[in-house]
């Protein structure tokens, strides 16, 4: 039983005493049994206030502690940490949440804001009267990371663990690493282009022995938990022999009878089933697709180097810690959204990445000269609700207009879409003769150094045009000629149109659309249904679920720099979970009662873990829980006829007097 | 229940650290508005929820309990719901014996970014605490 307590009452700057009359709160629980002072603090998390709380657990001779503050995902283990710094078993410290869960939750209400506070402080105070100091646990941890996705930021946090001493499988679904920049030329704001910056990469990925690169790759299975994770991987084969003769490569490719829709290009050209990497994609050896393969065969008769006696395989990857860069989509809009797939010149951002990658002397698209752009800016991103924005979408003989419906749920800025598109504006001015471009954005959001480029396309003589927040331009088509048309705001409401030759949808990026993963890894998605962290300052690489780390567009809109600036500190705390070999685990854990046992077996059936054993004490046949197993889930505590079992920390007694102090009336 | 504010009821929610505790923080931050009378305590897995802590509350004047469930999302195995369901039915069915409305235990799977479904499931459950309370 803790008798000398210190209560810390937070104003979290003004977020809670803003409505939450923190004086108040300190004053109604002071007298509380066991408390020693209580006192309230501005920041409890700075340093000083720490530093405080420190000394006067040392000075006063304190045995536990309270803070009431932010919700514990953000601090409970700083508190605890600093009880350890004085000395102090850290499960003598208890938190309670009066910022998310009371301030912010009842901002409407500041007298129920404030008793709410109360009680729940009053609770905190209740359970660490009863806490008791408890060891850790520690399970051994095994020093491996799985990396899942092989683009930018997969490769980098790879290289980055690997430089740590940390062995890596890179596991990657698609037969080429490099992901989406493998698909950009020149990138802005470096100019380096996309097949130098992966060649890099693969070169440094294959200089290091402790990288297992696995493409074709695809989770299948997960098991385990931090420190042991393991997963079943299928991987497919490529059904051709690694050193296989280029030239009746070719012949093969030429006879293969199949072909398919190139998504590399996005569609806008084809491929064949058997197909050779393009020259940004590693490993460079060829592939069949044989998902597309009839096995017509008429490869086998022209190339020796075909091998469809080749096995799919499993593969088991043991690693104490998974990574997740499985990066995004680009937006694929609707047909007829904005004259996608309705008009013929209408494509996206990354289409018109790869046609000016592909065009060389001159700019071309289906055979046509192109000289006036049209650029329809924030295609996926910024959508409001339905209704808000005019559908549009008309058409009569020879006049056509396609629908400008921007209703959706992606709320969010792509963050990337300005920049890239002003910057493949301005290289295509510069790369081609007599390029005319025009800009219809809804505010530009060229952020930071990026600036410069819209500073430049300025310089060059771009034409902006900005769109009222729900009055997106049109597009339309008549007598076989395609115009953009808007309702300008810098020209005050003028109505300006542009004649043009292709129009670029300036999409933004969503969540991968096959994204099994995430539920495998049973990952929580945010708002906006990219892979959610725990906080986006305090814990950014971190998720719920203990042991793995998410980084890069997987996580949400992110350029090549941002990208791996989140690998690199996922890559870090992904190795921190497995450098020591070791981890400290809660040790909240059942514990059974042995004079009240009468061993029914009924928790053993309810634990999902085996960690329940019949055992004979004293000759008496009890229930034991096995500590390293048992993962505190409480799973057999209501199943107990007898209410032999608790967890530790969640004792009855525990509880009943936290749901005693929440009842007490407060006078 | 003297100097609360009687719009409301007295509720006690179970929440799990995990799933339903992020959900609940979210719908504060998103600044969605519930009954302020309405109490978190949370546990590492709503399966692990004795029926004697929910009657426990009863006891000391909660109006209603409710279990902000794991679902399908627990991260301690896919039994949990069937698991939670059998937990609430036991207690359903002590209540019934101590005379206790069994409607005045609730439970929702609350996922881990389901604030608004949060919030609108204790609203409904707050009105309807309060008309039963009335009748
Ligand atoms: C049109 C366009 C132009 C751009 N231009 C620039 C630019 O010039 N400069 C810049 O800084 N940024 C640019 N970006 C942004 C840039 O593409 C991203 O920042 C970058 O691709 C993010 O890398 P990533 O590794 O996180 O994701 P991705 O590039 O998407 O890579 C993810 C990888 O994971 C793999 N994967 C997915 N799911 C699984 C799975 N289940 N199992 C195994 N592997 C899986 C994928 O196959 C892929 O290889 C551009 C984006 C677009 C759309
Ligand atoms: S980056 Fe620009 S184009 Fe992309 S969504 Fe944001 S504002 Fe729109
Ligand atoms: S359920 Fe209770 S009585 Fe039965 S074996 Fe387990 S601890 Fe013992």
Not at chain 1, 381 to 401: C, F, H, L
Not at chain 2, 124 to 131: G, H, T
Request: with cysteine.
């Amino acid at each position: 039983m803790n008798r000398k307590l210190g209560v810390y009452i937070c104003h979290c700057g003004g977020n809670i005493s803003d409505y939450v009359d923190v004086e108040k709160v300190k004053a109604a629980v002071e007298h509380d049994e066991g408390v020693f002072l209580a006192r309230t603090t501005m920041f409890a998390c700075s340093d000083a206030t720490q530093k405080e709380m420190v000394e006067d657990i040392n000075a006063n001779q304190l045995d536990g502690i309270v803070v009431a503050s932010c919700s514990p995902k953000l601090h409970l283990t700083t508190f605890r940490a600093v009880a350890e710094r004085a000395g102090l078993n850290k499960y003598n410290y208890v938190h309670a949440n009066i910022r998310e869960q009371v301030s912010w939750a009842h901002s409407d209400n500041k007298t129920g804001a404030t008793e709410k506070a109360i009680h729940l402080v009053k609770s905190a105070i209740a359970r660490v009267r009863l806490a008791e100091s408890l060891d850790p646990i520690t399970i051994p941890s095994r020093k491996a990371v799985a990396v899942i996705g092989a683009g930018i930021s997969g490769m980098r946090a790879a290289i980055e663990l690997a430089d740590m001493g940390c062995p890596v499988t890179l596991i990657e679904r698609e037969h080429f690493v490099g992901g989406r920049v493998a698909q950009w030329d020149l990138l802005f704001t470096t100019d380096q282009t996309g097949k130098e910056l992966v060649t890099r990469l693969y070169d440094d990925i294959a200089k290091r022995s402790n990288i297992r690169l696995l493409t074709g790759a695809e989770v299948i299975e997960n098991t385990g938990n931090i420190g042991d994770f393991t997963l079943k991987v299928k991987v497919t084969p490529r059904y051709i022999n690694e050193r296989c003769d280029e030239g009746n490569l070719q012949r093969a490719i030429d006879a293969c009878p199949v072909e398919v829709p190139d998504d590399f290009n996005f569609n806008i050209t084809t491929r064949k089933a058997i197909y050779h990497n393009f020259p940004s994609e590693y490993p460079q050896y060829p592939v069949i697709d044989i998902k597309n393969c009839t096995r017509c065969g008429e490869c086998e008769k022209v190339c020796g180097s075909i091998d469809f006696s080749q096995q799919e395989k499993t593969v088991e990857v043991k690693a104490g810690s998974v990574l997740m860069a499985t990066g995004f989509d680009p937006y694929n809009p609707s047909e007829g959204e904005f004259g996608y797939l309705q008009f013929d010149n209408v494509v996206t951002l990354p289409q018109f990445k790869r046609i000016i990658d592909m065009c060389e002397e001159k700019l071309t698209f289906r055979g046509k000269d192109i000289h006036n752009i049209a650029y329809i800016y924030c295609v996926g991103s910024r959508q409001v609700e339905a209704g808000a924005s005019s559908a549009g979408g008309s058409a009569t003989d020879r006049y056509e207009e396609a629908s400008r419906d921007i209703s959706g749920e992606n709320r969010y800025c792509s963050r990337y879409c300005c920049t890239s598109v002003i910057h493949s504006a301005i290289e295509t001015k510069k790369r081609f003769r007599a390029v005319n471009n025009y800009h219809f954005t809804r505010g530009i959001r060229t952020y930071g150094k990026q600036e410069l480029l819209y500073n430049e396309s300025l310089k060059m003589g771009d034409i902006y045009l900005q769109s009222y927040e729900n009055d997106p331009p049109s597009v339309i088509r008549e007598n076989g000629k395609t115009t953009v048309r808007i309702n300008d705001i810098m020209t005050a409401g003028k109505e300006i149109s542009v004649n043009a030759d292709l129009i670029v949808l300036v999409t933004g990026m969503v969540p991968r659309s096959d994204n099994r993963i995430a539920s495998l890894f049973k990952l929580p998605k945010g708002r906006d249904n990219f892979f959610n962290e725990i906080h986006m300052k305090l814990r950014p690489v971190e998720t719920v679920i203990d042991g793995v780390t998410i980084c890069g567009a997987c996580q949400g809109p992110k350029n090549i720099t941002e990208s791996v600036n989140s690998s690199l500190s996922a890559a870090t705390k992904s190795f921190s979970y497995v450098s020591k070999g070791e981890l400290e685990l809660e040790p909240i854990i059942a514990r059974v009662d042995a004079a009240l046992c009468t061993w029914c077996g009924k928790c053993m059936e309810a634990c999902p873990f085996d960690a329940v054993k019949k055992v004979v004490d004293g000759g008496k046949e009890i229930a034991a829980i096995n500590n390293s197993v048992c993962k505190g889930c409480g799973m057999c505590l209501p199943v107990c006829p007898v209410n032999a079992i608790d967890l530790v920390a969640y004792s009855d007694q525990e509880m009943e007097t936290m749901i005693n102090a929440l009842a007490e009336d407060i006078k | 229940m003297a100097g609360i504010s009687t719009k409301s009821a007295r509720i006690l929610v179970f929440s799990t650290e995990k799933i339903s505790d992020p959900a609940i923080d979210m719908a504060g931050l998103l600044k969605l508005h519930y009954p302020p009378t309405v109490y978190t305590i949370s546990v590492p897995c709503s399966s692990g929820i004795k029926p004697a802590w929910i009657l426990h509350a009863f006891e000391k004047g909660f109006d209603g309990v409710f279990i902000a469930a794991d679902g399908s999302d627990c991260t301690y195995g896919e039994s949990c719901t069937v698991k939670t369901g059998r937990l609430v039915s036991m207690t359903h069915e002590i209540m019934k014996e101590k005379k206790l409305e069994p409607a005045r235990l609730r439970m929702a799977a609350i996922c881990s970014v389901c604030s608004e479904a949060f919030v609108k499931q204790i609203k409904s459950f707050n009105q309807y605490l309060l008309q039963m309370t009335q009748s």
